[in-house]
């Protein structure tokens, strides 16, 4: 195997001066820096990356922590921060968590033992106290899922969007509202409830316990609250859900049942996932700007690996309501409402 002294011996320089070409410093001339390229090309010299990296206390890889594999949710995100990290030459390794505390104690072993440079949780099961001692020594940022942890943040304001969505629906003038929501209480998930709650408070409307349903981020979720719903004595004539993936389970089991998603029962998701649009009727979603999210947490992270004592940061970035059919009927436009943009330091 070619060596950096066999590049160095052959352009007739110091192995300190292949360094400095291949690192692209300016304190070597253009007739030294072109004949030892030469040299490289002519002898095929890959540098040994893995002692290269452990020298400079650096892997260029960093974790980007997901808690499931089948959420298309996640999907956007991932790549704008594959892109992100790409420009400053890191690669990235996605990690599937299956929200296990233990698993994900053993991707941060990698951080810890500097064989990854930096972690992104989309959502994490350890504790903030846990998450936030680690934080203090390594680059760890949080995306999506952003609990009490002192980490630098990026998501959108869950609670506002939820209210957004639902005056939205009271708006339409529906005035018995449901909502389907997750047993788990992620962040998200508590935010959006809230929401929910804030939005049919201030327009006086009665929130019905018997109309908020639980299960999981599932179609068969949806299915089973619409059928739930659909047994009472007095139906809700629309349904809040907090994810893409229930509202079509919900527009599915109204279809079976004969009846029109919009004219006869309003459903409104949430995330803007592709089965969104691509669902017959179409489902009206509030859009979370995903691709925006994954480069901004990706930004944030390496900004914290540059300098791990910079001060936290959360960032909201604006949210969208997307209309479609599933809340009138034939309907395809887009409407931008609430969405916002904030940016305040932590202490």
């Known amino acids: 195997m070619t060596t950096i002294k066999d590049v160095a011996q052959r352009a007739g320089v110091s192995v300190a001066t292949v360094s400095r070409v291949m690192n692209g410093s300016n304190k070597v001339s253009e007739t030294t820096r072109q004949r030892v390229l030469e040299v490289i090309e002519e002898l095929s010299y890959r540098p040994n990356l893995l002692v290269r990296n452990l020298r400079k206390a650096e892997t260029r890889k960093l974790l980007i922590m997901l808690p499931s594999i089948s959420n298309q949710f996640y999907s956007q995100i991932v790549r704008g921060m594959e892109d992100r990290a790409l420009l400053d030459r890191f690669n990235i390794m996605v990690c599937i968590t299956n929200s296990n505390p233990e ?11 500097r064989l990854a440079d930096g972690i992104v949780f989309l959502s994490n099961e350890m504790d903030d106290e846990a998450i936030s001692q680690i934080a ?33 629906l009271i708006s339409l ?26 939005a049919m408070e201030e327009h006086s409307l009665a929130v019905d316990d018997r109309l908020l349903q639980y299960g999981t981020y599932s179609f068969q979720t949806g299915m089973r609250a619409c059928e739930a719903l659909l047994a009472l004595d007095s139906p809700p004539s629309a349904v809040f859900t907090i994810a893409d993936s229930i509202a079509v389970g919900m527009v599915k089991q109204l279809l ?9 029962m309003a459903v409104y998701g949430f995330d803007d996932t592709s089965i969104a649009s691509l669902y017959t009727p179409s489902i009206t979603t509030v859009a979370q700007p995903r691709y925006d999210l994954g480069y901004t947490a990706m930004d944030l992270l390496l900004r914290k690996i540059k300098e791990i004592d910079s001060p936290n940061q959360t960032l909201l970035l604006p949210h969208k309501l997307v209309i479609r059919e599933s809340t009138c009927g034939d309907q395809t436009d887009s409407t931008v409402l609430g969405g916002r943009s904030e940016q305040e330091e932590l202490v």
Do not use: W
């Not at 698993?103 to 033992?113: A, K």
């Not at 929501?181 to 959006?192: A, G, I, L, N, Q």
């Open 103 to 113: 698993t994900e104690q053993s991707y941060i072993s990698l951080l810890t033992t």
């Open 256 to 264: 079976i049942r004969g009846l029109r998603p919009g004219p006869d």
């Open 136 to 168: 203090a020594a390594y680059p760890i940022v949080q995306c999506c899922e952003c609990t009490g942890a002192k980490t630098s943040k990026v998501s959108i304001d869950n609670r506002q969007a939820a209210y957004d969505a639902v005056s939205h």
């Open 173 to 198: 003038g529906h005035r018995r509202i449901a909502m389907v929501s997750t047993e788990k209480k992620h962040p998200s998930t508590v935010d959006r409830e809230a929401g929910f709650r804030q």
